[in-house]
């Protein structure tokens, strides 16, 4: 009986923190989803009035029960060239995250190695200034050299927004790569150069997956760049968007079909590596 008395009280606390536990994740779980469901409506809606026929969208109260059509994704395909616009986001997006991590991960190592706090801050500044303020004189520059409606007018343009991203991504990988294997590596005679490429780079392939990742999808949904610097033979897929908004009409269900496929590849593309870009950015996330 003493046994079983003792026993007691220890298997109530034991349901007592699994209780807390639980509650603590349930309310973990419910912020979670209050924070992301204005989000979710958000796109719930726009696909929702992908599928709806002009009357439909405008009545009042909204329609949940309707039947669908597909003549909204018809209208896209046959007023824009999407395929061709499609090829031409994945060409500057591509080629402009290539290149960031090309300029950007020798940045980061530079910074995280020898602390350059001052070069840390003027990229920060330019990752925090609106890319609005750049358009105006990349513009004047790209007319004078003829450039305007180029591939590679648009994929340094959209190194504003893929390499300073992946420098502030990396600088904390590469900070958490031990300095003990980087002087092993120099005393068997590697280069600089060869330390990073053989040692730092491998050790912080995780950040650099999350960074190509994430520069990958804020390249591709960019906007502003591609309207001004670009013609019909370079332009991107978010440009379909406003193809439907004119003086005349509002076209909504061309506007919100659009909307969903120019969405839909970095969605496909995030549910395929949502496995890696957690594992990159927690890694980065974790010190010591």
């Not at 209208?75 to 031409?88: C, E, G, H, T």
């Not at 004047?140 to 409606?149: K, N, Q, V």
């Not at 390249?219 to 760049?225: A, D, K, R, V």
């Not at 506007?255 to 990159?280: D, E, H, M, S, W």
């Amino acid at each position: 009986m003493t046994r079983m008395a003792a026993v007691a009280p220890h298997q109530q606390r034991i349901r007592s923190r699994m209780y807390q536990r639980a509650l603590s994740q349930g309310a973990f779980y419910v912020a979670v989803l209050l924070v992301i469901s204005p989000f979710m409506f958000v796109f719930f809606w726009m696909v929702l009035s992908s599928v709806k026929t002009g009357v439909d969208q405008t009545a009042w109260p909204p329609l949940f029960v309707f039947a669908p059509t597909l003549d909204n994704y018809a209208q896209v395909f046959r007023r824009v060239p999407f395929l061709a616009y499609a090829m031409n986001s994945l060409v500057v997006s591509v080629g402009a995250t290539g290149l960031g991590l090309l300029f950007g991960l020798p940045c980061a190592y530079s910074i995280a190695r020898w602390k350059q706090s001052k070069l840390a801050v003027a990229i920060l500044v330019s990752r925090i200034v609106p890319w609005i303020s750049f358009l105006i004189p990349w513009y004047l520059m790209f007319s004078l050299i003829g450039m305007i409606d180029t591939y590679l007018a648009l994929i340094v343009t959209h190194l504003i927004i893929t390499m300073p991203f992946a420098i502030w991504i990396m600088i904390s990988f590469f900070e958490d790569v031990p300095v003990e294997l980087e002087e092993a590596a120099l005393i068997d005679g590697c280069s600089r150069l060869g330390v990073f490429l053989r040692v730092a780079a491998p050790i912080a392939s995780p950040g650099i997956i999350a960074s190509a990742i994430l520069s990958l999808i804020f390249s591709w949904n960019n906007f502003i760049f591609s309207l001004i610097l670009s013609g019909d033979k370079t332009m991107t897929l978010p440009v379909t968007v406003f193809r439907f908004m004119t003086y005349e009409e509002l076209n909504w269900g061309g506007v919100t079909a659009a909307a969903v496929l120019v969405a839909l590849p970095v969605l496909l593309l995030t549910f395929v590596i949502q496995r890696y870009l957690v594992k990159g950015l927690a890694l980065g996330g974790v010190k010591g």
